[in-house]
């Protein structure tokens, strides 16, 4: 399975960036696809995930400015960043489950830097 990002950039505080991931290869039947974020010197954390039945979760962090969204017929997933704040900024990666029983896929990340 092959995990691509696209997306990303540099933008200034309030500003509005997307991402989009596509998964391709042997695929199967995605459970879940979402996206990670590891600002500088910190863990990776969650930024919001959807599974196939369209549950979402959101960090909380996130909350009313960030939006998932998935188009399975694609394998793709979207992240529409609106508000971005310099507290936004890290490098963000995208997550497809394929199975609970074994590792999830990764995509190689993208860079957002929000400017103050």
């Known amino acids: 399975v092959q995990v691509v990002e696209s997306g990303g950039g540099l933008v200034q505080a309030g500003g509005s960036l997307s991402l989009s991931c596509a998964a391709s290869?042997?695929?199967?039947?995605?459970?879940?696809m979402g996206w990670y974020r590891q600002p500088p010197g910190k863990q990776r954390e969650l930024v919001a995930d959807?599974?196939?039945?369209?549950?979402?979760t959101y960090a909380d962090s996130v909350k009313g400015r960030f939006t998932i969204s998935r188009d399975n017929a694609k394998n793709t997933v979207y992240l529409q960043m609106n508000s971005l704040k310099p507290e936004d900024t890290a490098v963000y990666y995208c997550?497809?489950?394929?199975?609970?029983?074994?590792?999830?896929?990764w995509g190689q990340g993208t860079q957002v830097t929000v400017s103050s």
């Open positions: 959807i599974n196939s039945g369209g549950t979402i």
């Open positions: 997550n497809v489950v394929t199975s609970p029983y074994r590792p999830p896929y």
């Open positions: 290869g042997s695929t199967g039947n995605i459970n879940a």
